[in-house]
């Protein structure tokens, strides 16, 4: 079995900003079949369609998985609105992670906002082979930095205002790594889209491969209905619509066709 | 247990739940689930006789009780179907039905015929697809188009043939009785209905496409009144779809006239829909004193 539904068991909550939520849910069996990068649909009762959230964290000795999300409309303000002891229905896990390789390499994560959370998992293995870079928008907005230092990964944050960290993009501080000479090999970000297009032109720049978590609207989740489409590049040039929800959510930034 | 077996155009259904076109794809991402044995059925993917790419995305979005999906038919062409999908299908123990949309007449022809000599059991003709500009609506929105493009794959066509109607018409009833007299073995009913969302904030319709097609529980008393003036009109099975979510919806559609139901947009809510449905629809004939599901279909008693 690949994936599967269940009903989970809300174990911990916590509020990390204004509006973001973390929530470690009792996953039974879906959390020994999580890998990171993979996502979970979870259900909304009285809504039609689940909502897609990044796995944060897996247990597997405990079976439980860790979500963070933002409330951003009426799905994630009814998931918010939930409390420990309450169940959510998960359709997990879904899609296809990161792949790390080997982990005794130097790497860098890269993660903007909401898109940090899926990084989480992926950079636990590395520990401080991974440098980390977070970007966010002002000190108040900065979530699991304490947890990437647990991790053993080498932190640093980003701020637009500047009130954490460095005063700047994420893409500055990429520079500053190379001129340190932490010869990172491969790239793993997650974030908003313009973010990602600058750490991609950054990543080929120093020639480096690099690896990107994406969003598309979902229905099925499971690459049936071809909802989710994404426009990938095949070896010989071509190009076609791939599927966030089965082919992603992580690709090569190499095989991806940005529109608009 | 009451008998769950019915017969659509001489085609023997182990159960009269079918999943819908577009939402099941070619069945493989739900086995991951249940045998597909549990199904009565399965309308696959919309297959056109090249290979589509699709519309650009966001292709779906939610909507109060159910979605808009613009994904524009992307399918990999009818010979890839045969070749790559219909072997593996063909195994699996429940009915399979080619779902087919073109361009032209001659594009559904030569579908139909291709199919014709294939292990499909059943050919439905999708004349209403509302996401591509030509997805075949224009066939499925007027009597004279619905008879015209019947009869042309009645000829090609060796296989039972089912015809999906459009609910964007202004009298169903006709458009049903179109698809029998040129020689249609079934009707199915009914497809998306036409719809649009827009994004307060960037003023930008939802879908890249603008608009879309409307299914899901919204749609349910739209399919239940369809269906149950198309039953007036024909004497041919009719497919009933459009909404349903749960065995009181299964129930309805029957009792409104359908045969057989097919089901969508459910499975991205609970991929087990079919499996509790079913169970829903067992009790409920035995509750009832009802010896078979067939016994329901068109048993409303109208006021
Ligand atoms: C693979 C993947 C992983 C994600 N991981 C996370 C995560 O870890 N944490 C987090 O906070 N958010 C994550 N998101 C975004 C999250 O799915 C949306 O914020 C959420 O669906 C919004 O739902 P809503 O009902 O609150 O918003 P509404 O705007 O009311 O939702 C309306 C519809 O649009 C869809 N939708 C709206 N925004 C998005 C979006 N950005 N991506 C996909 N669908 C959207 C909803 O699912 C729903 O169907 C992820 C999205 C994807 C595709
Ligand atoms: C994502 C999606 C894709 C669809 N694709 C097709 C298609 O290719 N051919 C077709 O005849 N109908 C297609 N439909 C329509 C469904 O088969 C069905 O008629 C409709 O969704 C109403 O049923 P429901 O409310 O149970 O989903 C699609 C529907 C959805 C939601
Ligand atoms: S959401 Fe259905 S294919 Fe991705």
Redesign the pocket.
Known sequence: MKYDTGSCRILEKQQLTVDIYDVTVDAGKLALLAKPGQFVHVLVPGHTLRRPISICGIDRAANTLRLVFQVRGEGTAQLAALNCGDSIDLLAPLGRGFSLGNTGRKVLFVGGGIGVPPLLEAAKPFGENAAVVLGFRSREAVILKEDFEQNGNRVQIATDDGSLGHHGLVTDCMEALEAEHFAFEEVFACGPAPMLKAVIRAAERLGVPCQVSMEQRM?CGVGA?L?CAVKLRREDGGEYYGHVCKDGPVFRARDIVWED | MADLKVTIAGVPFQNPLIA????FGFGREYAEFYPLSTLGGI?C??ITLAERPGNPPPR?TETPGG?L?A?G?QNPGVDHFIKEDLPWLQKQGTVVIA?I?GNTPEDYCRMAEKLSYTAVDMV?L?I??PNVKQGGVQFGTSCAGVEDITAQVRRFCKKPLMV?LSPNVSDIGEIAAAAESAGADAISM???LTGMRIDIRTRRPVLRNNTG?L??PA?LPIAVRMVWQAAQRVKIPIVG????SKWEDAVELLLAGASAL?????FFTDPYAPVKILDGLNQYLDRSGFSSVSDLTGRVCPW
Not at chain 2, 20 to 23: D, I, L, P, V
Not at chain 2, 262 to 266: A, C, E
């Open positions: 229905a209905c909802g | 819908a076109s577009g939402t309308s993917k919309g779906v979605m999906n994904v038919l779902n949309a439905e999708n209403s697809c999906k009914i497809n998306t097609g299914s899901g749609l779809m459009g909404g349903i097919q089901i969508g947009t459910v």
